[in-house]
């Protein structure tokens, strides 16, 4: 079955740093690959996904390309902020969602 | 955008009682909802899939008769935890999938703390 792998958290950064967050994927065939974020006391919020191979995800200045031949997946920042901490979620979508273990990002002012 | 709204978000019990977590999707139908566990430090571990007016699907390991899941109407989706025990203690967290769409989106979850 499909898994995901992410690196554990937590993260923690100042402002205005260069974000990265690894995710890894095995699979049979090619999912769609996700990540979510989850801010304190709110439900997980889809913040961008890549459906085939090469494509870039973006959204709110984090982007993730999906990497075929190293079966990765992983987000990128580039200029941190405090509002963007919470934890995140990388995901593949079978036929459900398989979701890594998250990681916690501490963004410090 | 879509919401899901799931209650309660935080439940402490004894052990021996049993919990319901609700899950509604407030401005969309949803055929499918699927719910998830989360251990500290772990993955959301998919439990089960429910399709609205059939039972539910449960994955490997998890006992249907401990978590019963109902989805009585497109918008409403139940986990009963029957016979709640401390090692049920976990972070339980639904999504609902959009009839029109197929998007994912995902209830604030549910911390139960079974003493």
């Known amino acids: 079955g499909n898994s995901v792998t992410q690196m554990e958290g937590p993260v923690t950064l100042s402002e205005e740093a260069f974000l990265t967050i690894n995710c890894t994927y095995t699979a049979t065939g090619y999912p769609s690959l996700f990540w979510y974020v989850q801010y304190p006391g709110e439900g997980l919020q889809l913040l961008l996904k890549a459906t085939k191979a090469d494509d870039k995800g973006s959204n709110k200045g984090f982007e993730a390309t999906y990497r075929k031949e190293t079966t990765s997946f992983h987000l990128e920042k580039g200029s941190v902020q405090v509002s963007d901490s919470a934890v995140y979620f990388c995901?593949?979508?079978?036929?459900?969602?398989?979701f890594g273990s998250g990681t916690r990002l501490q963004v410090q002012p | 955008g879509a919401v899901v709204s799931q209650h309660p978000s935080r439940v402490i019990c004894k052990s021996g009682t049993s919990v319901k977590i609700e899950c509604r999707s407030l401005?969309?139908?949803?055929?499918?909802m699927f719910w998830y566990r989360q251990f500290p430090k772990k993955s959301l571990m998919l439990m089960a899939t429910?399709?609205?007016?059939?039972?539910?699907?449960?994955e490997q390991g998890v006992e249907k008769d401990k978590f019963l899941i109902n989805h009585a109407s497109l918008t409403l989706s139940t986990l009963t935890v029957t016979s709640a025990h401390p090692e049920d203690s976990s972070f339980y967290i639904c999504s609902a999938a959009d009839r029109a769409t197929g998007k994912l989106f995902f209830g604030s979850g549910t911390q139960l703390s079974v003493l």
């Open positions: 429910s399709n609205e007016g059939s039972k539910a699907t449960y």
């Open positions: 995901a593949s979508r079978g036929r459900a969602l398989t």
């Open positions: 401005d969309f139908q949803a055929t499918t």
